[in-house]
């Protein structure tokens, strides 16, 4: 069932590409073995067939009356990618992004909150950028990174997205760097959140009804909600990531995150219990059914 958030003067559209990625916990989290008494070892976080967490892939839409941004890309469709899961995808994301009534012209910006291979891939085909009217707002130590001999030696476990994903959006001009906490819109500011990546961000989304942080990648799963030292094998400067992680939970406590690779419908607040923080979904944003932008704005 489709979702999307109400802000009031603004709506927050998840575009997912992927809604149920099962991945073995030792992959993500080095020597972890889940506590199945704890409740991110559970539906819809754990898998218990399976023994495997439960991962989503999505990017999102900000929709106001005069703007539109999309917030991150996903895997896109027709990569080759190392993962199997990611290799050579149908288009599902572009199929989304249509179902809404808008076009790729409709597009005012995009925002990469970092450039990992499943934030960056929808907004390019065939090398070109699919949003043609549209800046694309990256932290430029984000970028600097991943062009590095580091970011390289990383691309080669994934197959070199930069090129494919990327670089066409930087030839044809539409590439900006902007400051960790810089305005991207009329109702988005970015909240520095460097450790996950050099340059990665959350996205603060405002509304007359609603405030929302897209929490990005600060955290990929309830496990480390339960324990916030935990980081992935996949962050640049785990040590750092599990401190601005540890700093978000405690500043941000009560209000909603929508971190992307939660379980659907992804956006909640956290608490703080007799047994550490816990995850609640937050059910008062949330709206289902198909998001239409011209039914939305009439
Ligand atoms: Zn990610």
Known sequence: ?????????????????????????????????????????????????????????????????????????????????????FDQLPDRWMQQFLATGLRPSDVDAVVFTHLHTDHV????AQLEPVFPDA???????????????A????????????????????????????????????HASLVPAAGHTPGNVCVRV???????????DTMHHGVQVRHPELSTRYCVDPEEAARVRSRLLAEELGSVLLPTHFPAPSAGRVRRGQAGYGF???????????????????
């Open 1 to 85: 069932m489709a979702h999307w958030f109400d802000l009031g003067d603004v709506a927050v559209v998840p575009l997912i590409e992927d809604d149920r990625l099962l991945i073995e916990p030792g992959e993500f989290f080095p020597g972890l073995e889940p506590d199945l008494d704890d409740w991110y070892a559970r539906e819809p976080w754990f898998d218990r067939a399976a023994g495997k967490l439960v991962f989503v892939i999505q990017s999102f839409l900000v929709c106001s009356a005069d703007e539109v941004l999309v917030v991150d890309a996903c895997v896109g469709a027709g990569k080759d990618r190392r993962r199997a899961e």
């Open 280 to 298: 609640e979904f937050a059910a008062d944003l949330l709206r289902t059914g198909q998001f239409r932008y011209r039914d939305w704005l009439a």
């Open 135 to 149: 800046p694309h707002f990256v932290v430029e130590e984000e970028f600097r990174y991943w062009s590095s001999e």
């Open 121 to 124: 891939g929808a907004a390019t």
């Open 151 to 186: 970011g390289g030696e990383a691309m080669r476990r994934t197959g070199d997205y930069l090129a494919d994903s990327v670089l066409p959006i930087e030839r044809a001009g539409q590439l900006r760097f902007v400051a960790p906490d810089a305005a991207v819109g009329k």
């Open 206 to 216: 405002r509304g007359s009804a609603g405030t929302v942080l897209l929490a990005g």
